[in-house]
């Protein structure tokens, strides 16, 4: 049986790639490595949320493109970024086309297209009910009626190539190894957030220091795969994820929910010395990829009051007060700072300092500078006073990584002379030059699977001379 294309990976990206395909009248195969009929995929444990850079699809392209650009520093690869805030729109279309449904949250007030039904949003791992499930389970029978096939428990080993151009891959499969062909190939396996030694070199850190928010499948075999082939790779050094109770790395009942991002973007967090070493106020992601660059990644605490600890129970999806100590995780309280200190084994006269410091620049903001420097641009400071005074000790739950492989705004994987490698794709998270940078921005994981794969299936059946796809 032949292929026009082979797609490795069936979460949101790949399938929604197979699926467009499809309706250019091309015939794709996915490859799954797990051989689950609901196998374990971020895509199937995702919330559903679908934004561009925290901004809603229907947002004006060009402020969509510049909003991407801006919040990378100038890291992002411009032809892709314009690509996906040309297209977001068109593709939640798309989607609704093929029977995703969405809705609000009622928690949110950006209104954010959330796919539909929608999770229960409670403490732990919450995703059989949720529109991401269903909606997965939605786009693969309907690639299968398409004339589309998916096998599972097959895993792609190697690229293969053919006077410059991909060929096809070799996949191993209940063990045994063999060769299917097909002018093109997608990479769409996700990140490489479950593979300790491509985390330890490019994140920095042991994996076993961070907590695992993810369905431990993304080992980035594509990226491999690819760069051993010639394809560059950008950004591989930070990762999209939230700052978690230190129990979670114990206690599954404790991710990939309640998060602690916005008690730490609204207080202080600190080190053992008691010292601050991030800006807070960049938010949750920049806190847990700060934590993770730490000697020590389990050596950080988040310290607060009362006023902060009440807002808790508002101020987040799932609300960490008092969800975070219902599922048993660790809220140390304490009439006086030198006590709460003394408990959560931070120096209580290095801590004394910091916080001495830190109500100073809440309350007069610019005029008492602190370093690292806070931003307050999204999450005001919040001095530290009334007691109770509260800590909680944190550890950086990592979901997926933000860098990959340098792919243009056709869905084109690219080479290190930034010319397209004929005949390779890739969509989703295995896609470098839209996230990361110096403050860990983040764009968004379904839109890249969604918007990327649409494109990249686009391109290919265009190159192809597909009569549909004119």
């Known amino acids: 049986m032949s292929f026009d ?34 196998y374990d995929c971020n895509s199937r444990f995702s919330t559903g949320s679908c934004h561009v850079a925290f901004r809603t699809p229907w947002t004006d392209p060009g402020e969509l493109t510049n909003t991407i650009i801006d919040n990378v520093d100038g890291a992002a690869r411009i032809d892709l970024a314009e ?18 449904a969405f809705e609000d949250h009622p928690r949110r007030t950006d209104h954010m297209p ?43 080993m190697k690229l293969l190539r053919e006077n410059d151009n991909i060929s096809g891959v070799e996949i191993i499969s209940e063990e045994k190894t063999q060769t299917i062909n097909a002018n093109a190939v997608v990479i769409a396996d996700g ?76 207080s202080i967090v600190v080190d053992r010395d008691g010292q601050r070493f991030a800006d807070e106020g960049l938010g949750g992601i920049y806190i847990a990829n700060a934590i993770a660059r730490l000697d020590d990644p389990l050596s950080a605490t988040t310290i607060f009051d009362s006023c902060v600890w009440e807002a808790a129970k508002t101020t987040d999806n799932v609300p960490p007060n008092p969800s975070l100590p219902d599922a048993g995780g660790t809220v140390l ?50 001095p530290i006073l009334d007691p109770p005074f509260y800590a909680i000790p944190l550890c950086a739950g990592i979901t997926v990584t933000s860098g990959g ?37 983040y764009v968004g994981g379904l839109i890249k699977s969604f918007c990327i794969g649409h494109l990249a299936a686009e391109t290919i059946a265009a190159e192809s001379g597909s009569p549909a796809s004119h």
């Not at 949101?12 to 009929?37: C, D, M, Q």
């Open 5 to 38: 294309l082979i797609v490795i990976g069936a979460g949101f990206a790949g399938l929604t790639t197979a699926n467009r395909a499809a309706e250019l009248g091309l015939k794709a195969l996915v490859l799954e490595a797990g051989s689950e009929e609901l």
């Open 83 to 100: 690509a996906i805030g040309k297209n977001a729109a068109r593709t939640i279309e798309w989607l609704k086309g093929q029977g995703a």
């Open 114 to 156: 959330m796919l539909s039904p929608l999770r229960e949003m409670k403490a732990g791992l919450d995703w059989e009910g949720g529109g991401a499930n269903a909606l997965l389970q939605k786009l693969g029978d309907q690639l299968v009626k398409a004339g589309g096939e998916i096998r599972r428990g097959t895993r792609a």
């Open 191 to 266: 990140g490489f957030q479950a593979d300790s030694e491509l985390v330890q070199q490019h994140i920095g850190c042991d994996i076993s220091q961070l907590q695992r928010r993810n369905a431990g499948t993304g080992v980035g075999d594509g990226l491999k795969m690819a760069t051993e082939i010639g394809a560059a790779a950008v950004g591989l050094d930070s990762f999209y994820g939230h700052v978690l109770s230190r129990d979670a790395m114990t206690n599954e009942k404790l991710w990939p929910y309640p998060q602690v991002d916005q008690i730490c973007a609204t």
């Open 333 to 382: 309280e304490a009439a006086s700072l030198g006590e709460l200190a003394n408990a959560a084994g931070v120096n209580p006269g290095g801590l004394s300092a910091t916080i001495a410091l830190y109500n100073e620049h809440a309350a007069f903001s610019a005029d008492s500078p602190l370093t690292p420097g806070r931003t307050q641009t999204t999450y005001t400071a919040q």
């Open 405 to 441: 492989l340098s792919v243009n705004g056709k869905g084109q994987v690219m080479n290190s002379n930034d010319r397209p490698i004929s005949g390779l794709y890739a969509a989703g998270s295995t896609v470098g030059g839209l996230e990361g940078g110096p403050r860990a921005a």
